[in-house]
């Protein structure tokens, strides 16, 4: 069973775009919910993050938009750049500081 | 700044050998270390979670006779794929925690089977 799901796979938007990348969550006791962002040949780079507590966090260009009711939240990246152009994972967890990964989204940002 | 360093980056090893993973936190001290393994794929698969002077929980389908740890201080903790075969092969990353929101990955131990 997938606990924490991505979508879409992939995306692709023009640079100055808003991108918007989309997760979804099964265990309602997932409370903390961090983006990676993962360049190729890296290892994934904690981007911005959110508790369930809140419906919002805003870190520069990066905004998460949480909806506990839902279980849904969503990752938009203002004014796309080049350099943006990554894999982006939603990632969840609990009380026992175990994260589980969503798959990824692919992100292209084209000039 | 926080970091957190893997060595080595890449290895190659035969079929049926052992290798061994490190990774070190550096500018703070990490409550817990979780290693996981991404695949070819790009899915994260959490191996164990270590905190010191506490039992490593492994998840299902990893072992501590497959995939034994050490983790003797608040910075370093090690990983070795023991008896490695084509299926071990991925990238292993070590998650080190700097606190109950923030943990900290490293760039990763790519391992390839011949």
């Known amino acids: 069973q997938q606990q924490v799901r991505q979508s879409p796979q992939s995306l692709t938007v023009w640079e100055g775009e808003t991108a918007i990348l989309n997760c979804s969550y099964e265990?309602?006791?997932?409370?903390?919910f961090p983006w990676y962002q993962q360049f190729p040949g890296e290892g994934p780079a904690l981007l911005i993050s959110i508790r369930s507590v809140s419906d919002k966090k805003e870190d520069g260009r990066f905004t998460i938009f949480f909806n506990k009711r839902e279980k849904k939240l969503s990752l938009h990246i203002t004014d796309s750049q080049p350099g943006d152009s990554a894999t982006y994972f939603c990632?969840?967890?609990?009380?026992?500081?175990?994260?589980?990964f969503g798959a990824g989204t692919r992100l292209a940002v084209c000039p | 700044g926080a970091l957190v360093y893997q060595y080595p980056r890449r290895t190659i090893c035969k079929s049926g050998t052992s290798m061994r993973m490190e990774c070190q936190a550096v500018g703070f001290q990490a409550t817990s270390v979780a290693w996981y393994r991404q695949s070819p794929q790009k899915t994260f698969e959490l191996i164990a979670l270590s905190t010191v002077n506490s039992a490593i929980k492994y998840e299902q389908n990893f072992t501590q006779e497959k995939f034994p740890i050490s983790h003797p201080n608040l910075s370093f903790s090690s990983m070795t794929v023991l008896n490695a075969y084509l299926e071990d092969r991925g990238l292993y990353l070590c998650?080190?925690?700097?606190?109950?929101?923030?943990?900290?990955f490293g760039p990763g131990t790519r391992l390839l089977v011949l």
């Open positions: 990632a969840a967890s609990g009380s026992f500081n175990k994260l589980t």
């Open positions: 265990d309602s006791t997932f409370n903390y």
């Open positions: 998650g080190a925690r700097l606190n109950q929101d923030t943990q900290y």
